[in-house]
Structures are given as structure tokens and as C-alpha cells.
């Protein structure tokens, strides 16, 4: 089992920052790839970013340029730093951990509006 927990999110204006940040526990070990994906309202959820143990990245052509996606495997934590924000970014963002099957944090909201 992998338990996954994030934080960050919140409000913020058109063009702003925000980073948010997953912690994984349980059996890590385990975890192949790593990740976040969202879903704005009415819509299905989507691949934002992911990593893998290697260090692989891969970015969805929307957030390509403006989002970064890192691990820290001492810390076993993921982030995604999001910059150049945009309205069409408001969605409810999850982590998400590949680890002989796929695990799902709470979710975070990131709401992005003047």
C-alpha cells in the first residue's frame, strides 16, 4: 500500500505561481512513476505531469513550459511548480503514484481567477 498526501493549491490571479507538493509513504519501494493529474469541473480527469524513478519527465502540451515537475527521493516527495498561470488551469489536482498499481492522493484545489 502507498499513501499519498499533498498540499499547496489555493487562490491566485492570472500569471502567478503556485507549487504544489506530495508526500508518499507505505511501500515506496514499490513506486515506479510518479505524478500529478486534474480535473476541472465537467471534465475528465487529465495527465498533467509525471516522473519516473529514473527521472524521466513527460508534460501534457498544455502545461508544457510553464509547469515543472521534480522528486525528492530522500524526502519521497513529488512537487509541481506551476507558473504563468491560467484560468483554464482551475481544476482539482491530484497526486497520483505507480507502484504495482496506480494510487491516488485526496486532491488539492487550484483555483486560478482575478
Known amino acids: 500500500q502507498v499513501q499519498l498526501v499533498e498540499s499547496g493549491g489555493g487562490l491566485v490571479q492570472p500569471g502567478g505561481s503556485l507549487r504544489l507538493s506530495c508526500a508518499a509513504s507505505?511501500?515506496?519501494?514499490?513506486?515506479?512513476?510518479m505524478g500529478w493529474y486534474r480535473q476541472a469541473p465537467g471534465k475528465q480527469r487529465e495527465l498533467v505531469a509525471t516522473?519516473?524513478?529514473?527521472?524521466?519527465?513527460n508534460y501534457a502540451d498544455s502545461v508544457k513550459g510553464r509547469f515543472t515537475i521534480s522528486s525528492d527521493s530522500a524526502k519521497n516527495t513529488v512537487s509541481l511548480q506551476m507558473n504563468s498561470l491560467k484560468p483554464e488551469d482551475t481544476a482539482v489536482y491530484y497526486c497520483?503514484?505507480?507502484?504495482?498499481?496506480?494510487?491516488w492522493g485526496q486532491g488539492t484545489q487550484v483555483t486560478v481567477s482575478s
Open positions: 507505505g511501500s515506496i519501494f514499490r513506486i515506479n512513476k
Open positions: 516522473v519516473t524513478s529514473d527521472g524521466a519527465t
Open positions: 497520483n503514484a505507480l507502484a504495482l498499481r496506480f494510487y
